[in-house]
């Protein structure tokens, strides 16, 4: 079994920036990547970024490329999500997830965590 608990959501104005962490634990050795996904209000949930495990190679939405950095921490079996130049159109629950294949779709992960909010104001 395998728990996903993310961290480090809240309130930034326009500009600021965030980190958040997802830290897991239980039978995480059949991951082959993981992803951070969002969910704004009224909106479908969408592809953020997402990472090898193995070796840290990464893969950003268009959206946030240049602005987001995905990255790993092995040892400490860590997600993180850099955040950086925040939108209010980042606004959205963010949720880290699972998967034993490089796949960007929502279908295609296994393990979920429950979410953390972020809010950037104007």
């Known amino acids: 079994q395998v728990q996903l608990v993310e961290s480090g959501g809240g309130l930034v104005q326009a500009g600021g920036s965030l980190r958040l962490s997802c830290a897991a634990s239980?039978?995480?050795?059949?991951?082959?990547?993981a992803g951070w996904f969002r969910q704004a209000a009224g909106k479908e949930r969408e592809f953020v970024a997402r990472v090898i495990w193995a070796d840290g190679s990464n893969d950003h939405s268009d959206s946030v490329k240049g602005r987001f950095t995905i990255s790993r921490d092995n040892v400490k079996r860590m997600v993180y999500l850099q955040m950086n130049s925040l939108k209010p159109e980042d606004t959205a629950v963010y949720y880290c997830a699972l998967s034993n294949k490089w796949v960007r779709s929502v279908t295609e992960y296994d393990y979920w965590g429950h979410g953390t909010q972020v809010t950037v104001s104007s």
């Open positions: 239980g039978r995480t050795v059949n991951t082959f990547a």
